[in-house]
């Protein structure tokens, strides 16, 4: 009678099997239907199928909106930058003065 251990590995090395099984089938099903679409003058692009002008024309524009994205980002670290820097000016300018009460004012 096998052991709990030894059953449990056995029933690893039977799910890795299949695993390693369902991966070929799925890369030959891909595989075939990729050279299918390849003959048709389509290629593979974030999970589906394009033509090359397609692609080409996604790329440009996410190559601009990275740029734009890049533009954006370098502002909102210049405007932080400069709000830390003159964080305790504005602190100063709008913050009572410590000892502002009058000399001859008592309580």
Not at 34 to 52: D, L, V
Request: aromatic letters at 12%.
């Amino acid at each position: 009678m096998p052991t709990l251990r030894q059953e449990s590995l056995r029933k690893s090395e039977l799910l890795e099997a299949y695993r390693e099984q369902k991966r070929r089938e799925i890369h030959a099903e891909l595989g075939a239907e990729a050279e299918a679409q390849a003959a048709e003058g389509r290629f593979p692009w974030k999970g589906e199928f394009r033509s090359q002008a397609e692609i080409f024309e996604l790329y440009s524009l996410r190559r601009k909106w990275d740029r734009r994205f890049m533009f954006d980002l370098a502002v909102v670290v210049v405007f932080c930058f400069g709000l830390v820097a003159v964080g305790s000016r504005v602190v100063k300018v709008f913050a009572p003065e410590p000892n502002s009460l009058e000399s001859g004012a008592q309580r």
